[in-house]
């Protein structure tokens, strides 16, 4: 398993990993079917998110297929700028072998060197094996967002809101 950071290359099969975490499960943001770029507009994003300089993902490639991403988006005032949001997403198959912990030890190395102070997600409260990375990581529940996600059944779940200060 390598870890690395993502290029403007791996738009299609970064692309083909978020739609089968969508499929997989319903603690992804996007529900399945929603997730509508194309190869191109992923790779522009791709370019952005390079291009400013304070923000990256890092996958995790498993040979030619992309197995899980984690996603730090800098804040862009000033009052907020040593602050990012976090998001996550590892595939059914590669859950449970210690990737989720070294996507974020790249994440962090490179967090602190960009001077970042405050890190932050959010994480649906029934997604017991995700609560329990990110408490392992050392990040603190400071609220609960009730009834903040609908799911594609009509189900209401509730979200921690969590962070961590390195």
Do not use: C
């Not at 993902?57 to 009052?79: F, H, I, M, S």
């Not at 949001?85 to 996507?103: D, E, K, M, N, P």
Request: negative net charge; hydrophobic residues 40%; charged residues 25%.
């Amino acid at each position: 398993m390598k870890i690395r950071q993502i290029t403007e290359a791996d738009a299609a099969a970064f692309l083909a990993m978020q739609q089968g975490l969508d499929l997989e499960t319903d603690f992804m943001l996007m529900a399945p079917g929603e997730r509508n770029s194309t190869v191109d507009q992923q790779q522009d994003r791709i370019r952005r998110l390079l291009a400013d300089g304070r923000s990256m993902t890092w996958v995790a490639e498993d040979g030619a297929e992309l197995v899980g991403a984690l996603t730090l988006r800098a804040q862009a005032p000033w009052k907020i700028r040593h602050t990012g949001h976090i998001v996550v997403g590892i595939r059914a198959g590669y859950r449970g072998q210690g990737i989720g912990s070294q996507l974020f030890d790249h994440m962090e190395t490179w967090a602190e060197a960009h001077e970042f102070h405050r890190l932050e997600l959010t994480v649906v409260a029934r997604n017991r094996i995700a609560l329990n990375l990110y408490l392992k990581q050392g990040y603190v529940i400071e609220g609960l967002r009730q009834d903040s996600i609908r799911q594609p059944d009509g189900h209401w779940d509730h979200e921690y809101a969590m962070a961590k200060l390195i």
